[in-house]
């Protein structure tokens, strides 16, 4: 029996104890509160290409122009005076690799 007893006043202790807490009082104004700051936060957040800002962009856009101007540049000057040296690789590259259209292949 005196178990029993011991359980109903922990039973009404524990009562005591949950009437004993106050309520908690917010503003009304909480909600909207957060509300802002997590909307505030979304517009805060920078794209994953932050870094690449309009000055670099140009700077790049501007080499890879020059990259290829050079290039164009150095591929005309040269063809003019290497055309025959550059008739004379392919010819030995396709006699070298027998690629012919005289010579047939088989595959076994």
């Known amino acids: 029996m005196k178990t029993i007893k011991d359980k109903s006043t922990r039973n009404n202790n524990t009562l005591d104890i949950l ?4 309520e908690v009082k917010v503003s009304p104004f909480f909600k909207n509160k957060v509300l802002n700051m997590i909307e ?5 957040k920078q794209s994953s290409f932050h870094w690449f800002s309009p ?3 140009f700077a790049s856009l501007a080499l890879i122009v020059c990259v290829n101007a050079a290039t164009i540049y150095y591929y ?3 063809t003019e ?14 006699q070298e690799y027998q690629l012919d259209s005289d010579t047939t292949i088989s595959i076994n």
Request: proline share 0%; glycine share 4%; aromatic share 6%.
């Open 76 to 78: 005309f000057s040269n």
């Open 40 to 44: 505030h936060e979304k517009e805060v």
């Open 19 to 22: 009437d004993s807490i106050e």
């Open 55 to 57: 000055q670099l962009q």
């Open 81 to 94: 005076n290497t055309s025959q040296d550059q008739l004379s690789g392919i010819e030995s590259f396709v």
